[in-house]
């Protein structure tokens, strides 16, 4: 394997761990960068704000001959890849902090932050080409402008701005005498009275965006919809593996601890365009590093009308591991070859 010219010292910023963790956050995959990055002569290792310090920082490598990890001290590394694990962690001091210091050195500061659901429809709706790819969405205000929407649409879903997972996410639809609320697990019919209850108690405890629902293509009468994995290399955003989640019978999410199912990509290349495809994913994130600041990686969930046209449901920033091994050991090579690039354009 061929040295790097230029060889980065990668500090991978986790959450803080418990009582019998070091750190929390997926160790596999901090094992598969560190051995990667180590075919070309770098180095990574985990840390937690705990271990930040004046002169540099104290993080964790993995000795894989003992099967552990050993505590070592280090200087501020060259690139942090940025895996905390929760919103609330994210913006505390600390880290904050740490995200200031390498504004002001001009290193990079690798996934930024989570993202907010409004604020990247609101960067993405902004560019006139982006509109036909993406759904209809406005901010939950209040009973009324559900009722109004409910007029126009015949189905709506309300997710949570700051939600993950496909958690906390309902369809919304009415018809003449009844409005109807299903969840992934439930379907549940109110007069108008007691859907209004309903909001009240569920849609009003954290802040929601109502999205219209498109309908998708189906396979074996379930919905469908791709997961596309990017990644930043040659100064574009470029797709590195395209997984499928199917959703179980009646369901309104894909998502696999929900009940959804993995199938191969095969199984619906021909009823898309991997054309439109690669356009999203570098118009995406062209349009979110220019409103949020640099990304290197993001993942898309993209469903498919019975035409195949593509229409973006989400953006995901941090994406958690991908069930399929070819993909996510893509993933990592692309990742460490981002890494080395970085590193050669801040010299």
Request: charged fraction near 25%.
């Amino acid at each position: 394997m061929k040295k790097a010219d230029y060889v980065p010292l990668v500090g991978i910023l986790a959450s803080k761990g418990g009582k019998n963790h070091i750190f929390r956050g997926n160790a596999t995959v901090f094992k598969n960068i560190q051995s990667e990055l180590s075919k070309f002569g770098g180095l990574s290792f985990v840390f937690t704000t705990d271990g930040v310090e004046e002169n540099g920082v104290t993080g964790y490598v993995y000795f894989f001959e003992e099967k552990k990890w050993g505590k070592i001290s280090f200087p501020f590394p060259d690139i942090i890849y940025n895996k905390i694990s929760s919103r609330s962690e994210e913006i505390s001091d600390e880290v904050v902090a740490l995200k200031a210091l390498y504004e002001q050195q001009g290193k990079p500061f690798f996934n930024y932050g989570f993202f907010n659901k409004w604020e990247t429809y609101s960067a993405l709706s902004q560019d006139r080409e982006m509109q036909s790819y993406i759904p209809k969405t406005w901010l939950h205000t209040n009973i009324v402008h559900i009722s109004d929407l409910l007029n126009s649409y015949y189905s709506l879903y309300a997710k949570p701005q700051n939600g993950h997972k496909g958690s906390g996410i309902y369809q919304l639809s009415r018809k003449e005498d009844h409005y109807t609320v299903q969840s992934n697990t439930t379907t549940i019919y109110y007069n108008e009275e007691n859907f209004r209850t309903w909001v009240s108690s569920h849609l009003h405890k954290e802040k929601y965006l109502l999205q219209e629902e498109i309908m998708t293509d189906k396979i074996e009468d379930c919905k469908y919809d791709l997961r596309v994995i990017c990644l930043y290399r040659d100064n574009e955003y470029k797709p590195v593996g395209i997984g499928v989640r199917k959703a179980s019978k009646n369901s309104i999410i894909t998502h696999v601890p929900n009940g959804g199912e993995i199938i191969p990509f095969e199984k619906v290349r021909g009823r898309c365009s991997i054309k439109q495809v690669n356009w999203l994913a570098n118009k995406v994130g062209t349009l979110i590093t220019k409103a949020f600041g640099f990304v290197g990686e993001f993942s898309l969930d993209i469903g498919l009308t019975p035409e195949g046209w593509p229409y973006l449901f989400e953006v995901n920033s941090k994406p958690m591991i991908f069930d399929e091994q070819e993909i996510q050991k893509q993933r990592i090579t692309e990742l460490v070859q981002l890494f080395i690039e970085l590193e050669k354009y801040h010299k």
